[in-house]
Each structure stands twice: as C-alpha cells, then as structure tokens.
C-alpha cells in the first residue's frame, strides 16, 4: 500500500516562498512509470494540478505556475518538494501530493492534504 505525507509550514508570508515535502512509503518514487504531483484547493475553488516530477527525475509545469513553481526529489528519502515563489493570499489552499499511474491525471494514491494559509 502505497501512502503519501505531507509537511511543511501552515503558514507562509505574503512574498516569500512556500516549501512543502511529500514523503512516499510503500513504493519508490522511481518505479517506472509513475508520476508525482502536486495538486492543490484554494477555498471554495475546484482542484488544480500544478506539475508534477516523473520516475526518470523529468519536470512538468502548469503553465499558468511555470514562472512560480519547482518541483524536486530526493530518491535517497524517497521524497518529493513544492517550491512556490512570491505567494500571495490567492495561494491559500490545502495542498495535496499525488501519484498518477501514466502522466494523463490518472491519480491513485493521494496523501491527506496540508492547509497553507498565505497571511502576514
């Protein structure tokens, strides 16, 4: 059984940078041909993907993000991280990682959300 934590601060400042760490257990993240993502809900709003690292290490963005956004892993914890850059209050929202079994938003495993609030 696959299970995904998250963890990071609850609380981040308007401008600073958001880092959350997705900690994978009962699989490797470098298992062909998984994909891990990060996906997020502000209040009140629907889910939105916001990229996502793949088994060989390769990156992938939302373009609307891109600008933002980073996204690493470290295969000897078999961990993955989030970096968001300049949050504002629009950034709130509970942050979720995700594994998607083939790239095409195919996720089966979540892990159980974290809240950040972006407020000075």
């Known amino acids: 059984q696959v299970q995904l934590q998250e963890s990071g601060p609850g609380l981040v400042k308007p401008s600073q940078t958001l880092s959350l760490t997705c900690t994978v257990s009962g699989g490797s993240i470098t298992t062909d041909f998984y994909y891990w993502s990060w996906i997020r809900q502000p209040p009140g709003k629907g889910l939105e993907w916001m990229g996502a690292i793949d088994y060989g290490g390769y990156t992938y963005y939302s373009p609307s993000l891109k600008s933002r956004t980073s996204i690493s892993r470290d295969t000897s914890k078999n961990q993955f991280t989030l970096q968001l850059t300049s949050v504002t209050p629009e950034d709130t929202a509970v942050y979720y990682c995700?594994?998607?079994?083939?790239?095409?938003?195919?996720?089966?495993?979540w892990g159980q959300g974290t809240q950040v609030t972006v407020s000075s």
């Open positions: 995700v594994r998607d079994t083939d790239g095409l938003g195919n996720h089966d495993y």
